[in-house]
């Protein structure tokens, strides 16, 4: 059974930064493209970014590029997301994606 269980999330001031994990569990981490994607209230899924199994991004969106990295530990079958620059439209749930699995999410607020 696929599980990813998302943490690091939390409240930052606008310009502060988060690093989201996604420990993953009942696959071959190290042999799937992870994705991480987005969801603000009354708004659509948005994909945050795509990392390739071997390890390349290969999707940013536009309104992340430059702030947000994502990156991955096979040995440890866990998915990152750095998060720098924070802005107050970045605040939302954020979800570790693998196929059609997606986990319980970590919510991110931004404020001042």
């Known amino acids: 059974e696929v599980r990813l269980v998302e943490s690091g999330g939390g409240l930052v001031q606008p310009g502060g930064s988060l690093r989201l994990s996604c420990a993953a569990s009942?696959?071959?981490?190290?042999?799937?493209?992870m994705s991480w994607v987005r969801q603000a209230p009354g708004k659509r899924l948005e994909t945050v970014s795509i990392?390739?199994?071997?390890?390349?991004?290969?999707y940013y969106a536009e309104a992340v590029k430059g702030r947000f990295t994502i990156s991955r530990d096979d040995a440890k079958s866990t998915l990152y997301l750095q998060m720098n620059s924070l802005k107050t439209e970045d605040t939302a749930m954020y979800y570790c994606?693998?196929?059609?699995?997606r986990g319980q999410g970590t919510q991110v607020t931004v404020s001042s």
């Open positions: 990392l390739s199994s071997r390890g390349s991004p290969t």
């Open positions: 009942g696959f071959i981490f190290g042999s799937y493209a």
């Open positions: 994606v693998v196929g059609e699995a």
